[in-house]
């Protein structure tokens, strides 16, 4: 599988012509081998008392006292007591040179594990190449290495990634044979070649392995898990014989990182099945998921779950700070709540995220209130922190209290404002309609400005109606960030609101000759018993869309009738209006919202995600159904939470 080279062949020293034999001096009055045999004479039990003593020494005085011990008891050739002396002396950071070093150069006949005290010694230095040195001098002599000596020269080769060096000493653990069956040699040549990023050749070590044990194949699961390839992940965890709780919470956190969060909660239900005991890290994998996936039917059982453990809210100050978060995302902030008054112990993420929790949902007094709270504590607000109270201002129209608490992060709290505050503040500036001083400060700001801060900006002129502005923020994004392709549509949108179809068409060419495609828009719900519904626009494949078509109808004639107008201009086609009131019927969110209506108890919460922006008719569709179905619905789209009750939106009409 590799290519060897010659740097550690086993045949005689002159093809190790890299090494220099001068740096270890070679006992001159070597006496003669019978000594070896003289020297096993030495009582047992006196070494095993010298070996625990070095256990308990703390200091180099007391080794050297030990050692002085050593001398006069003559045990000054017995290289299990020695390796164990070198041992102690480097795991306290005495460099191998001189001491340690000395203490080789005086025995006659090292055996493996005096070398291999050296080798991890040198190790232990981070000097790679003295103990490869060292490893070819024990081969030069003839001894043969033990596992502990492969073991820890893959380590070093995959702590300082240098595949060349592992391949070889891959290579050595064949030529010089009986270690294909050593376990600890493999997986630590499996974890050499995945530090050094050779994930293929880690999996053929492994699919060679005749023995492989539980840390084989987390190892290789966990590194599918990082490459982002969970379908390999998979197949290997389907195959694992005895699968323990590490390697399931491997699953789960790794549907969690790599946005698959259905997988990482359908996981950690049969995980639970199966009777697998959780821990904290298991517990804020799947929190992650169920916050990702927005679906609150999950949360309340993951919190369940949690507090069957021992790893709840009430104790855990992590796994509660994950549970606000996650409950603040599927939009239950007052369970949010719940669990941050129930926490023993609150720190700074559980602050911050409760902060975050209530500014997202628009509760901007709240989360003033929380962080006036938090002040008067000892705990010190982080940048975080601060991203929540500017959201909170933004909601609340508090540009006054923005301005200041955006300036007193930085003087009293020695936080500079990063590009992230700086999007809250043109956000703040933006959604108050002060298109102008938002765009003067992007124009002043001390750092570069990132996304967010055009996006914000671009989001604002939306609203206001700005296409001037929206023109200057999108050609910033168009560079930044020149395939995302929600830019151009909502340029597209902005300019199609002020009827200026000539550019509308100008942005379509830009989409176009960059290749680009608009990403299907899709809203998801869930169902009473916990299904998750997804509905595409236009999409009318979905078992009940006869009902759900005549319950859309019924509704829209409800609001109708109420004076609801069809926003034409949101639609950004220049067709005739029935093709416009046609488009916009069939909107993901619509048919996701009369879905709910007909498949959940009157009078229950309605809960929908939408993988983008929420338009502008959709949002009145639903802030109008809240008022005459007595509902309460909460939309999270791509960019904030909506909760709509009574025929109002907590998002104030700007998102
Ligand atoms: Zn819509
Ligand atoms: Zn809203």
Redesign the pocket.
């Known amino acids: 599988m590799v290519t060897l080279s010659r740097r550690f062949s086993t045949a005689t020293s002159d093809s190790l012509g890299c090494i220099s034999l001068k740096q270890f001096p070679q006992n001159p009055h070597k006496p003669t081998p019978f000594y070896q045999i003289q020297q096993q004479q030495q009582p047992k039990q006196l070494e095993s008392q010298i070996v625990t003593t070095l256990d308990g020494c703390k200091n180099l005085t007391q080794i050297k006292q030990v050692h002085a011990r050593i001398l006069v008891k003559g045990l000054d050739q017995s290289c299990y007591v020695l390796a164990k002396l070198i041992r102690t002396l480097t795991k306290l950071n005495i460099p191998v040179d001189p001491y340690p070093l000395s203490i080789f150069n005086r025995v006659n006949y090292p055996n493996p594990f005096l070398y291999n005290a050296l080798i991890r010694g040198y190790l232990i230095e981070e000097r790679l190449n003295e103990s490869t040195e060292f490893y070819s001098l024990m081969r030069k002599e003839g001894v043969v290495p033990v596992s502990f000596t492969f073991t820890a020269l893959f380590k070093a080769c995959g702590a300082t990634m240098d595949v060349g060096l592992g391949r070889q000493i891959h290579g050595q653990t064949i030529l010089v044979g009986g270690f294909g069956e050593d376990l600890h040699v493999g997986n630590s040549m499996i974890n050499m070649y995945i530090k050094c990023g050779f994930l293929e050749c880690g999996r053929k070590v492994f699919d060679e392995m005749p023995n492989r044990d539980v840390i084989s194949w987390t190892e290789l699961i966990s590194a599918y898990v990082k490459s982002g390839n969970m379908e390999s992940a998979g197949e290997l965890f389907d195959g694992l014989p005895v699968k323990d709780m590490v390697a399931w919470t491997v699953m789960v956190s790794g549907f969690a990182q790599n946005a698959k969060p259905r997988e990482a909660i359908m996981f950690f239900e049969k995980m639970q099945e199966f009777g697998v005991e959780t821990d904290e890290i298991t517990l804020i994998g799947v929190i992650s998921a169920c916050a990702q996936l927005g679906a609150a039917k999950y949360a309340d059982w993951i919190r369940d779950v949690a507090e069957k453990s021992e790893f709840g809210g009430r104790h855990s100050v992590v796994v509660g700070s994950a549970l606000i978060d996650m409950y603040s995302k599927c939009g239950s902030v007052g369970d949010a709540y719940r669990v941050f008054q129930g926490m023993k112990e609150r720190n700074v993420y559980s602050y911050s995220s409760m902060i975050l929790g209530f500014a997202m949902h628009g509760r901007a007094h709240e989360a003033m209130k929380l962080f006036d709270e938090m002040v008067k504590t000892e705990i010190k607000p982080n940048r975080v922190t601060f991203i929540g109270v500017l959201t909170a201002c933004s909601h609340a129209g508090m540009v006054e209290q923005g301005w200041q608490i955006f300036e007193l992060m930085e003087k009293c709290y020695g936080i500079k404002p990063s590009a992230d505050h700086y999007t809250c503040m043109v956000d703040l500036l933006g959604r108050a309609g002060r298109l102008q001083e938002a765009h003067e400060l992007v124009k002043t700001m001390p750092i570069e400005p990132h996304g967010g801060v055009w996006g914000a900006l671009l989001g604002a002129c939306r609203i206001h109606k700005s296409p001037d502005i929206a023109a200057i923020a999108a050609n910033h994004l168009f560079e930044l960030e020149p395939y995302c392709i929600g830019n151009y549509i909502l340029l597209a949108n902005i300019y199609a609101s002020c009827g200026r179809w000539n550019d509308v068409s100008t942005v379509r060419k830009l989409m176009r000759t960059r290749g680009l495609r608009k990403n299907p828009a899709f809203s998801w719900i869930e169902s009473e018993k916990g299904m998750v519904h997804e509905f595409f626009s236009g999409d009318m494949t979905h078992p009940r869309s006869g009902e759900i078509k005549q319950a859309l109808e019924d509704l829209l004639d409800r609001l109708e009738a109420k004076g609801y107008q069809p926003h034409l201009s949101s639609v950004a086609y220049d067709v005739n209006d029935e093709d416009k009131r046609r488009i916009l019927m069939t909107h993901s969110e619509k048919l996701a919202l009369a879905f709910g209506l007909i498949s959940t108890i009157p009078g229950s919460k309605i809960r929908i995600v939408k993988n983008l922006r929420i338009c502008e008719d959709c ?1 009145s569709v639903i802030c109008g159904a809240s008022q005459i179905t007595g509902r309460e619905i909460i939309v999270r789209d791509i960019m904030r939470f ?1 909760h709509f009750r009574d025929g109002i ?3 104030g ?1 700007f ?1």
Do not use: A, K, P, Y
């Open positions: 949002h909506h939106c907590s998002c009409n998102w």
